[in-house]
């Protein structure tokens, strides 16, 4: 039994993990951007969420939905100002920005909330701590609720690309630009979409981060880790790859948790490094991801 | 008024100039075979006129409004759409949804889907299937297809015969000959001279970046234009007839 709740609670986190991961993916996908600012971009929204229900009497869901389109502008925003130019000098010169950014974001944070964790736990209710018992296993009512959401925002995303004229046009622009651009389609404006798309998704994943757990200004850089991890495990830049990565490293965690207490970070990492170190992994480099 | 004026341009890539000078003039309803050797500059041209390629000088005017600092994605609104050298489908997406992609958000579009699979019927059973699938043929039709969903008024046709078996390169110009007898505009770049003359109503031969001859299809001879293509004269000569 304590076998199969470990199992449950890895594929609980596993969506968690597919949430943050989500648009890493994406903005690799579609433009081979590496965001190293994502995981400081998910915890901008949780301090966003965080100071709405503080100064007001604002609950956390509705706060979260005020914060996402905020998200959205600041994706958008990001894209245009920062990523743009520095997409045009290459590949590299993205992943500096994006480092640089992460750094300042960082020490932004810190500036404004001081280096005190803070946590939106006391402020759900009994959501975050509530379970429901199956069959003598106890599940954890937000550990659904945030496996639910990934499987809700992959699907979303997942039809999006497959059904709509922008996920179409994402799809083209994402396997050749200029061509894309021949065919009527503004490259530019479709980069900026994913960008705001990604950001909000990750906006989303640090709300769900900062219910679980506590957060301060350097929680950004672990959290990135782990999304880049279950991006790389599940193939970058297909959403339903990116699910199955998220739980392949949530379940090798709560087993390495299981094992030792301490192995918890390190099973995850011991997965992530098989994979590389497997044939399918020089295959993933090689391709590079498609959508 | 003429539908397209290109005006001395010159287009380079770094310190190698591919187009040096080049004017042409396009009229509304013509086929235009642009022909030379390779590395002639007739695909930097078409990548010009299109959008695709930044000239060094010179401008570009579609209907009468110059469009030279206009970006290729607006290009295709106001109606040239490029077939590129190569065919460059996008190989994720299926037929359809590389046709539909060129479509955008506008409705009222004289070309669908099925008028594109009316006219390439080798398409028709291909319709779902992904394009990194098809056959050179089938490629060069869906690449030709797509061009036509952007519902253009000049269509560039960029070495539509490349790499494609001899069937294939007929099937392709069978339907390209319905295009040309509706009245669409064609600029097309081929390699071969036989079934460039047999389509075009004029024709311009590069030669090493710049104009060597230019005319009607009809009043030249073939001993001019081989003389053109391969360089053999000493001056340049340009025929102004038409």
């Known amino acids: 039994m304590t076998w199969v709740n470990v199992l449950v609670q890895g594929v609980l986190l596993g969506g968690f993990y597919a949430l943050l991961a989500c648009g890493l993916s994406l903005m690799f996908g579609v433009m081979r951007i590496i965001n190293l600012a994502h995981g400081d971009l998910a915890v901008i929204g949780a301090y966003l969420v965080w100071v709405i229900v503080n100064q007001t009497s604002i609950p956390p869901w509705i706060a979260a939905l005020l914060v996402l389109p905020v998200m959205w502008v600041a994706g958008y925003v990001m894209y245009i100002l920062l990523l743009e130019r520095s997409r045009r000098a290459g590949m590299l010169v993205p992943l500096l920005t994006t480092f640089g950014l992460a750094i300042v974001i960082e020490n932004v944070l810190l500036q404004i909330f001081s280096p005190d964790d803070h946590s939106l736990l006391s402020s759900t209710g009994t959501l975050a701590t509530s379970s429901v018992s199956v069959g003598g296993l106890s599940i954890s009512t937000f550990g659904m609720l945030t496996l639910a959401t990934a499987v809700v925002v992959l699907t979303g995303l997942q039809l999006f690309l497959s059904r709509t004229t922008s996920g179409r046009q994402m799809r083209a622009t994402a396997e050749d630009p200029d061509v894309a651009e021949l065919v009527g389609i503004n490259a530019r404006s479709v980069y900026a979409k994913a960008t705001a798309i990604a950001v909000t998704i990750g906006g989303l994943g640090g709300i769900f981060l900062a219910i679980r757990q506590t957060f301060d200004p350097s929680t950004g850089p672990t959290q990135l880790i782990f999304a880049f991890e279950a991006v790389v495990i599940g193939g970058f830049g297909s959403p339903w790859g990116t699910l199955l990565g998220g739980i392949v490293l949530g379940l090798a965690q709560v087993i390495g948790a299981q094992v030792n207490p301490q192995y918890f970070v390190l099973f995850g990492h011991l997965v992530f490094l098989a994979v590389l170190a497997s044939p399918r992994g020089g295959i993933l480099v090689r391709r590079g991801g498609t959508l | ?242």
């Open chain 2, 1 to 242: 008024m003429s539908l397209l004026e290109v005006r001395a341009i010159d287009a380079k890539y770094g310190l190698l100039q591919a187009v040096r000078s080049v004017s042409l003039t396009i009229e509304e309803g013509e086929t235009h075979a642009l022909i030379g050797a390779n590395g002639a500059g007739k695909t930097t041209l078409l990548r010009v006129i299109a959008g695709a390629h930044r000239p060094a000088a010179g401008t570009v005017a579609f209907d009468g409004v110059d469009i030279t600092r206009i970006p290729a994605h607006k290009r295709v609104s106001l109606g040239i759409a490029l077939v590129p050298e190569g065919r460059r489908l996008f190989p994720g997406l299926s037929v359809e949804e590389n046709l539909k992609v060129a479509a955008g958000r506008r409705g009222d579009a004289a070309w669908t889907v099925d008028r594109v699979l009316e006219i390439f019927p080798m398409l028709q059973s291909r319709r779902t299937q992904s394009a990194s699938t098809l056959s050179g043929g089938e490629q060069q039709a869906t690449a030709i297809g797509r061009a036509l969903m952007c519902n253009p008024r000049l269509l560039l046709l960029d070495e539509v015969s490349l790499g494609l078996a001899p069937k294939a390169v007929a099937a392709v110009y069978e339907s390209l000959r319905g295009l040309i007898g509706s009245g669409t505009t064609v600029v097309l770049v081929e390699q071969d001279l036989g079934r460039a003359l047999a389509v075009a109503s004029r024709v311009t031969c590069m030669l090493h970046g710049a104009v060597v001859l230019e005319g009607a299809a009809a009043t030249l001879t073939r001993a001019e234009i081989t003389a053109a293509y391969f360089g053999v004269r000493s001056s340049p000569a340009v025929r102004a007839d038409s």
